[in-house]
């Protein structure tokens, strides 16, 4: 059995300035996932099929008719806030951490604490080892994420404690990643929003290979968002509604004219899948923090960088129907 681990971390970067399954589709499935080097290596796999929405080149899908006004209520002059890198923070790792395993990995118990999503989630038992890397070091959102790359699933846990022979948690989510597939409507996953986290992530084996392929993860403070969710999220959170807010599984797109020749290599990938695949909101959180998973080889005073893209550079796409039901 061979075992790759990738360290993500706390919602606080450590960086010196810091503040503060259900099927919808059968089409497109895949017989298995596309191995094309090293097994324990998931940038060698095809995260869901091409026709899936976390595959959707919105480079030209139209702009939302409230985009300036959801904008300016998030703030136009909020910069991307880089919720990664490399070293710790605060004794833990910055992003949110996964494991990558194969066929081989020996399946473990899942349990639901109290006041937990037992009955939005699904049961397991999942392929996780028992010392995968908890996010945060089991501070704040606590997430655990195990990739079967030799059979193409995806386990993700939220609020995860490792207890005996498994996991306790407060919600799991499994995910097929060679199908069009979704949580049923209304449940919630290891994020808010009901979709999958690490397809979202800014992955650094990612960077190296030339392109980033999905939508990057970001959140926004609660009272910003609507309450109400858009295709590919499942799950909404309760607050407010209004013209000026932006519900979970919306997207943000840098503007195809913005000039990103001035930043680095890294960041200029990083911005370009920003204008190809966009921004999708995912979860509560402080205000225009992107999420990705640490690795040594990140260079956080080249990530601050990201700060000087505000979001007046940004438009939103096109929401279409609102889903208003948990």
């Known amino acids: 059995m061979k075992i790759s681990t990738f360290y993500l971390a706390p919602l606080c970067v450590a960086l010196s300035?810091?503040?503060?399954?259900?099927?919808?589709?059968?089409?497109?499935e895949i017989d298995k996932p596309i191995l094309t080097g090293d097994i324990g290596d998931i940038e060698n796999i095809q995260i869901f099929p091409i026709n899936h929405p976390l595959n959707k080149d919105i480079s030209n899908s139209?702009?939302?008719?409230?985009?300036?006004?959801?904008?300016?209520?998030?703030?136009?002059?909020?910069?991307?806030?880089?919720d990664f890198g490399s070293g710790e923070y605060q004794g833990a790792p910055i992003g949110i951490p996964y494991v990558s395993v194969d066929g081989s990995q020996?399946?473990?118990?899942?349990?639901?604490?109290?006041?937990?999503?037992?009955?939005?989630?699904?049961?397991?038992?999942?392929?996780?080892?028992?010392?995968?890397?908890?996010?945060g070091n089991g501070v704040g959102d606590s997430h655990v994420i195990s990739v079967d790359v030799e059979n193409g699933m995806l386990?993700?846990?939220?609020?995860?404690?490792?207890?005996?022979?498994g996991f306790e948690v407060s919600?799991?989510?499994?995910?097929?990643?060679?199908?069009?597939?979704?949580?049923?409507?209304?449940?919630?996953?290891?994020?808010?929003?009901?979709?999958?986290i690490l397809p979202l992530l800014v992955r650094y084996p990612e960077v190296e290979k030339g392109e980033i392929d999905h939508p990057i993860r970001f959140t926004i403070n609660r009272s910003k968002i609507y309450e109400g969710y858009v295709h590919p999220a499942r799950h909404l959170v309760s607050g407010n509604t209004g013209d000026e807010l932006l519900p979970f599984g919306g997207r943000l797109r840098l503007k195809a004219d913005y000039d990103i020749s001035g930043f680095?290599?890294?960041?200029?990938?990083?911005?370009?899948?920003?204008?190809?695949?966009?921004?999708?909101?995912?979860?509560?959180?402080?205000?225009?923090f992107i999420t990705g998973a640490p690795h040594e080889k990140w260079?956080?005073?080249?990530?601050?960088?990201?700060?000087?893209?505000?979001?007046?550079n940004f438009e939103v796409i096109e929401l279409g129907d609102i889903s208003l039901r948990n």
């Open 17 to 28: 300035f810091i503040v503060s399954c259900s099927s919808d589709s059968s089409d497109g």
């Open 62 to 82: 139209p702009v939302d008719a409230n985009s300036n006004l959801i904008l300016s209520n998030i703030g136009l002059n909020k910069g991307l806030f880089p």
């Open 106 to 135: 020996l399946k473990v118990p899942i349990t639901f604490g109290a006041n937990s999503y037992g009955d939005e989630s699904d049961k397991g038992p999942f392929p996780i080892p028992l010392d995968a890397p908890i996010e």
């Open 155 to 165: 386990y993700e846990l939220y609020n995860t404690s490792q207890v005996g022979s």
């Open 171 to 196: 919600s799991a989510a499994v995910f097929d990643l060679n199908k069009v597939e979704f949580r049923p409507d209304g449940w919630t996953s290891a994020d808010a929003a009901g979709l999958p």
């Open 264 to 288: 680095s290599k890294t960041n200029q990938i990083i911005l370009t899948a920003m204008k190809k695949y966009g921004l999708m909101l995912a979860d509560v959180g402080s205000d225009m």
């Open 299 to 312: 260079d956080n005073d080249d990530l601050k960088k990201l700060l000087q893209v505000t979001l007046d």
